[in-house]
């Protein structure tokens, strides 16, 4: 806090006060560690910061960039009535088989409990029904007990029911065709302040952006793309398609179904939106890198692969992963010793555009660095 007086600054102003004031007391005696005259001024200095950076932290807390946690919070409700999304649980959808139709007719109901090879819960939300020569049911949405991302799983990993002889059939067996998606930790400061700033461009509702923010609204969600289509000439088409995914880049028929229903308040009336759940498209990254002398090139290295990993994962549903966006994230390390050049990125060697409905990934294996 440059522009506010620091405790040195109210210390030289209480000197001064005795350096004028005083007839009984030798002026020196201020500067003389532990002396009266020192720890009074001294104290009145240091309550006097206290007071100013109180003032200050509580005045920054009510602006939207000032306000952190739960001042962000109050920051957000009383002026848009907006709340933070909280941990949200992976949902998604499986199907359940047996080998006979022995046991006829039946349901698998609300409720049911399932669980992963490593223990992960999910309960069922829907009903899935066999009829009686059934050798599989209907899909059924599910939803894991427990929220947060360590909670999402991917592909036939719920495989096991928790208490199968409850069941009409106790012969039933579960699996999941798509990865669960939606699994989210609370939503933190910086991805609340975005959407807060989004508040007022789509309040009016009904545009691209307004059918994004409402997509957005819903737990789990943390990418939304809005596209319009067009006719043949190029007027609206009626239609809106938007994509979906959680920060790994997936959606599930569960979650779209949850956005559908948000959408009520957010797209126009008349207009379909169709929604599609984005599915994951992996990339590799290969980096070729030269250093200055005397730099931890090891250290260095390790932190522009992370860096170069959080970018490609902040990449939203059909976004273009751009070469010259790349090189940016590496020109922040050159002040720390990196030599950039135009061999530094060795893949890609241009933009990456993914194809509709998918997200560009990667991972940190998945960004390679070697030396020249």
Known sequence: M????????YFSIGREVVVQKSTKIDPAQVDIEGSDANLFVGIAAVLADQITKQLAFR??????????????DR???????????GASAARGTVKFTRSTVTAGAGSVPVGTKLRTGTNIEYVT????TFGATDLESTSANVRAVQAG???????QAINRLAQPQLLWDATLSVSNAKTTAGGEDAEDDETFRARIRDFWRTARRGILAAIEQGALTVEGVVFARAVESLSGDGSAARIVFLYISDSSGVASDALAEEVKVALDDYRAAGIAVLISTSTPLQVSIALRLRFLAGVDTRTLTDLIRAAVTEFVNSLSVNGTLY????????????????ILDEGTIEEPLGDLIPPVGQTIRTTLSDVTASAV
């Open 2 to 9: 440059p522009d506010l007086p620091t405790r040195l600054d």
């Open 59 to 72: 005045t920054a807390a009510l602006l939207l960039d000032g306000a952190d946690d739960e001042d962000l």
């Open 75 to 85: 920051y957000a409700f009383d002026r848009y009535n907006l709340t933070r999304k």
């Open 125 to 128: 939300t829907t009903v899935a």
């Open 149 to 155: 991302k360590s909670t999402q799983v991917g592909q």
């Open 323 to 338: 070469y010259g966006q790349l090189f940016s994230v590496l020109q922040r390390y050159v002040s720390d010793g990196l």
